[in-house]
């Protein structure tokens, strides 16, 4: 059974950092790409980072880039997001997903994405 479990969301004042993490079991991270997404209260989920099967290639939405930093650790099946300079807008549900492909370009669209994990919580303050 394929699990992705997200963890490290929380509440932090504009700023500040967070980093997230989403734990990988039931499939070989190596084999797949790897996103983040998010989802903002009221408002459709949206592509944040995405990372490639060997991590040699990371992609970012544009109001994340320069501000965020998606890696991986095939060894250990996690993969991270560090969120830094956090902006009130940046506050959303942000979920992991997993993309069967072993190729350069990491999609941005969601339909792509085999699995899913549960999401975490990300609260903003200014």
């Known amino acids: 059974q394929v699990q992705l479990v997200e963890s490290g969301g929380g509440r932090v004042q504009a700023g500040g950092s967070l980093r997230l993490s989403c734990a990988v079991s039931?499939?070989?991270?190596?084999?797949?790409?790897m996103a983040w997404f998010r989802q903002a209260p009221g408002k459709d989920r949206e592509f944040v980072a995405g990372i490639n099967y060997s991590g040699a290639m990371t992609y970012y939405g544009g109001s994340v880039e320069g501000r965020f930093s998606i890696s991986r650790d095939n060894a250990r099946n996690l993969v991270y997001l560090q969120m830094n300079s956090l902006k009130p807008e940046d506050t959303a549900d942000y979920y992991c997903?997993?993309?069967?492909?072993?190729?350069?370009?990491?999609?941005?669209?969601?339909?792509?994405?085999?699995?899913w994990g549960q999401g975490t919580q990300v609260a903003v303050s200014s």
């Open positions: 039931g499939l070989t991270l190596d084999k797949y790409a």
């Open positions: 997903a997993a993309d069967r492909s072993v190729g350069i370009v990491t999609s941005r669209r969601q339909s792509e994405y085999d699995y």
